[in-house]
């Protein structure tokens, strides 16, 4: 099992970026997928999940409206847009399935003007 997260950068507040999450090594359309992140000394908490065939959403508050999940499963990747981005969305983004125990290298989110 293996997650390759990417689109991660620096953007000023306001801002939009796309995140995408290529998985490999189990069958990628069989699993729930979330994207979690972990701010600099916190816990890394769950930012948003998707149903296998992306019917159903859902987010955690502080990003309700703001951001969107999404998948394809043809490609084996998850997607996380993220628009109006705040100082407080800075972290580390992470994908993974809801019980798995491997974690890719996750890609940094920094948000300042």
């Known amino acids: 099992v293996q997650f390759v997260e990417s689109g991660g950068g620096l953007v000023q507040p306001g801002g939009s970026l796309r995140l995408s999450c290529a998985a490999t090594?189990?069958?990628?359309?069989?699993?729930?997928m979330r994207w979690y992140r972990q701010a600099p000394g916190k816990e890394r908490e769950l930012v948003a999940d998707?149903?296998?065939?992306?019917?159903?959403?859902n987010y955690a508050d502080a990003v309700k409206g703001r951001f969107t999940i999404s998948r394809d499963n043809a490609k084996n990747t998850v997607y996380l847009q993220m628009n109006s981005l705040k100082p407080e969305d800075t972290a580390v983004y992470y994908c993974?399935?809801?019980?798995?125990?491997?974690w890719g290298q996750g890609t940094q989110v920094t948000v300042s003007s």
């Open positions: 090594g189990f069958s990628f359309s069989n699993y729930e």
């Open positions: 993974n399935t809801p019980f798995g125990r491997t």
């Open positions: 998707i149903s296998l065939r992306g019917g159903r959403t």
